[in-house]
Structures are given as C-alpha cells and as structure tokens.
Nanobody, 127 residues
Framework: QVQLGESGGGLVQPGGSLRLSCTVS????????MSWFRQAPGKERVLIAA????????DYGDSVQGRFTISRNNAKNTVYLRMDSMKPEDTAVYLC????????????????????WGQGTQVTVSS
C-alpha cells in the first residue's frame, strides 16, 4: 500500500518562506506523478502545483505562479514545495497527492486524477 507523508508546515510571517516535503513509501518502484493541493476552511480543494515523474514538466495554480516552486528527488521518493513571498491567503491545509503513471513526462492537474493522498500539513501565514 502506498503512503504519503508530509512535513514542513507551520507558522510563517507574511513575506516569508517555507518548504514542504512529501515522501512516498510502499510501492516506491512505480512511476508517480505528484502534486500539492490546498484546502482552506470553508473552501474547495485547489491545485497548487503538479509535477511529472521526470520532474521536467510542472503546472501551477494562478494564485501561486511565480511564488511557489515544486520539485522532486526520485532517489529519495520525495517531492518538495518551496513557498516564497507568502501571503495570509496562503493559509490552508496543504495535501500531497500521487498517482501511478506510464508517462514519465505527464503531470495531472485535476483532483480526481490522484489515487493516493497524504493527511495534510497546516500552513499558517500570519504576523
């Protein structure tokens, strides 16, 4: 069974930075496309960033374009989300998602595309 474990959440001041990590355990021999979503209280879950298995192709939500960066290290079965110039509206639970893929260069931007989800990590942006 595949499991995803997120870490790195916490409290950060506006304008600050944070890096989230998500590690895949279990059937780590498969190719996984991965992504980060977030969900704020009373709001829908939205895509933050998606990345292909080979790391060459990425997609970002409009609200974080130019501020957040997704990357991955397949040797460590880990995907990262670097968040810079953070704003109070970035406050949410951030969830990591993964799906098996036969295409090393494809990313997936829809929530329903993903088979596996982490528990989420809280990120709060406040002074």
């Amino acid at each position: 069974q595949v499991q995803l474990g997120e870490s790195g959440g916490g409290l950060v001041q506006p304008g600050g930075s944070l890096r989230l990590s998500c590690t895949v355990s279990g059937r780590a021999d498969s190719m996984y496309a991965m992504s980060w979503f977030r969900q704020a209280p009373g709001k829908e879950r939205v895509l933050i960033a998606a990345i292909s298995w080979d790391g060459r192709n990425t997609d970002y939500g409009d609200s974080v374009q130019g501020r957040f960066t997704i990357s991955r290290n397949n040797a460590k079965n880990t995907v990262y989300l670097r968040m810079d110039s953070m704003k109070p509206e970035d406050t949410a639970v951030y969830l990591c998602a993964a799906r098996t893929t036969y295409s090393s260069s494809s990313y997936y931007s829809r929530e329903y595309s993903y088979q596996f989800w982490g528990q989420g990590t809280q990120v709060t942006v406040s002074s």
